[in-house]
């Protein structure tokens, strides 16, 4: 008796439903529209370790490279590269490039500082000393 009423109920359901299948639509386009990102530690790191591991995640990402080499990335997108410094500032290029050929950058920043034979006797040695004298 009330047709007026029905089709106001109608009419909201549809918008909603809408409204939802839109968001759903971006939820699940996000990759292709933003292209592929890396995330790892920003900043630049001191480390007193020549052998390091850089590990991160990537999403959306066709290939991943690390200074040029290229990086196995698991299915949930994370990555974990075994890195050898050199001496001093370290400079690590992470790219990423999707199907669509869009790529992406991020910069690692390390300085490595080795620590010293001196700095290490000077810690574990005892303040006593022996000496002969020949005679």
Do not use: C, W
Not at 39 to 63: C, D, L, M, W, Y
Not at 82 to 100: C, E, H, M, Q
């Amino acid at each position: 008796m009330l047709p007026y009423r029905d089709s106001k109920i109608i009419r909201t359901v549809l918008i909603l439903f809408f409204i939802l299948v839109i968001f759903y639509s971006y939820y699940e386009a996000r990759g292709r529209l933003f292209g592929p990102r890396i995330e790892v530690p920003q900043g630049t790191a001191v480390v007193h370790e020549r052998f390091i591991t850089i590990n991160g995640k990537a999403e959306s990402i066709a290939e991943l490279t690390m200074n040029g080499k290229p990086v196995t990335v698991t299915e949930d997108g994370a990555f974990g590269e075994p890195y050898l410094l050199s001496d001093g500032y370290n400079r690590i290029v992470l790219r990423a490039r999707d199907k669509y050929g869009r790529a992406s950058e991020k910069v690692v920043e390390v300085i490595y500082e080795p620590t010293t034979v001196i700095e290490i006797l000077t810690a574990t040695s005892s303040p006593t000393s022996t000496s002969t004298v020949a005679q």
